[in-house]
């Protein structure tokens, strides 16, 4: 099944896909990221298509693929990998480093949060003791929301209504 979310590929793309266009980080980069979530979602490696939509993430000037990641979490069939993306995203977001490292981070939070609304929490708890050990401040929706760029902010705040929506028909 397609996600709605993202541009319709072909269901038999690789890493190469995204490869040549990485140096530049530029939209077209960011679509190939897409475009390759797309495939491996379609070749049922859910885990692989979550982390290219973090790739995608990593260009500042694109919106970040919210809508797409609370589909996919919504939609994860329980015989395939997925990980814990809460506790992912929580490392995500407090190790990242590099380029545009601020932004990330707050993406990453973002993220966060919608895989807490979007996830039973018995089943995808966050790492508490990296927020014992670290002392780790988790930022709230709200703080989050305030320092994403404009290209973020509308896509978030359906994206948050759909992982509701998603969470309330969750037996």
Known sequence: ??????????????????????????????????????????????????????????????????????WFLAHRRDHLFIGNPVRHFQHLASRISGDHAK?????????????????PWSDFPRDQQQIDQEQLQIPV?????????SCDSSTLS???ALARTFASKRP
């Open 1 to 70: 099944m397609l996600n709605p979310h993202l541009p319709e590929a072909s269901p038999d793309l690789g890493p190469y896909h995204t490869r040549q266009h990485r140096a530049k980080q530029g939209p077209t980069f960011h679509r190939a990221c897409l475009e390759l979530s797309q495939s491996l979602w379609l070749q049922e490696k859910p885990a692989q298509a979550i982390l290219q939509l973090n790739k995608a993430s990593m260009v500042p000037d694109q919106a970040a693929p919210y809508h797409a990641l609370v």
């Open 158 to 160: 359906v994206a948050k």
């Open 103 to 119: 932004l990330r981070s707050w993406r990453a939070w973002a993220c966060f949060h919608l895989a807490e609304i979007s996830l």
């Open 141 to 149: 929706f709200s703080d989050i929301e305030k320092k994403l760029p």
